[in-house]
């Protein structure tokens, strides 16, 4: 195959199997997970435009030095997480829990504010559940959301953290704040996850550094302001494939270790449903990157968008469905509401992969 060599390439995970077992060399394993896949969709674009689509077997892969690189990150195993006490292994899909102690976020605002004992129960409770981390909010981010002083940000989320952090769970502080960050990682937190990948504080990224944590990193179409304003896109899939692929190179180049760092699509953050049905359905592609994949789609607009406009709460089937093809499609960490559910759900998903990898072959 003749690739020509001022494009740029992508290899996206295709053609599923339920099981490596008598496929040997025939099929590659998706980031050290627990999914195998037979082909890649081999894209080139150059000019801004696609000029080559293709899906081919894993066995010939052409011999070119940039599909490989590519091939070996989506394959090489991603490093678990530590945590404090715990330890996030993410060769299989974990459940990241949503606790938002805030009065106006989208599904749950002001179910947990002002009383920090009784927030950082149902934290322990989401432990307990399933969730392997807790997310902790204290500003919402949905669209026409007010931006909350850090002061405020930090007194409604640094005594949750704390009673969490007491309790041995792994917490996250989901904040755009270098202040709050500080505030949060002083009270126990142990990851930050930012729906503005590190950019809407000049300081956030050098907190993050200094402290060590993993981070994730999200995309949006305006990360300094709203999050939401924008959003034009050409190429959906690549393009948020693109931005995300320069802005962990960014960290890293900061002193953020690459094995610290996950990625977010960004899901409902300046993209129409079309937008976000083809990054959930092109959500392989990521792992092109190198990088655990963190999907957060739970009772988003798109899942009443295609029920019947069902309000927040009453999305909990559609958040499932999401959460599955993400687990389907190699996604580390899915971040939730309904933790019960969800984590009852990826039981039985891996259940069944246990069973076919143990599955015997006639003959």
Known sequence: MNLPSAARLYLRPTQFVDTPV?????VARLAGGLCWFAAYELIAVQGGRRVLQRTIPVADLPDDERLHAIAARISAPRAPLKLGERVVRLDQPQVMGILNVTPDSFSDGGRHVGDPAAAAQVGVDMTVAGAAIVD???ESTRPGAETVWEGDEIERTVPVIERLARSGAAVSIDTRKAAVMEAALGAGAQLVNDVSALLYDDRALDVAAAAGCPVVLMHSPDP???GHDGGNYGDVLLEVYDWLDRRVDEVVAKGI???RVLIDP???FGKSLADNLALLNGLALFHGIGCGVVLGA????????LSNEAPAEARLGGSL???LKGAELGAQLIRVHDVFETAQALRIWRGMRDAALVARQPG
């Open 257 to 259: 270790a690459r094995e």
């Open 298 to 305: 739970s009772r988003k607009r798109m899942i009443g968008a």
């Open 266 to 268: 960004g899901i409902g």
């Open 22 to 26: 008598g496929r040997d060399g025939a």
């Open 136 to 138: 902790v909010g204290g």
């Open 224 to 226: 300094g302001r709203t």
């Open 321 to 323: 469905a999401v959460a």
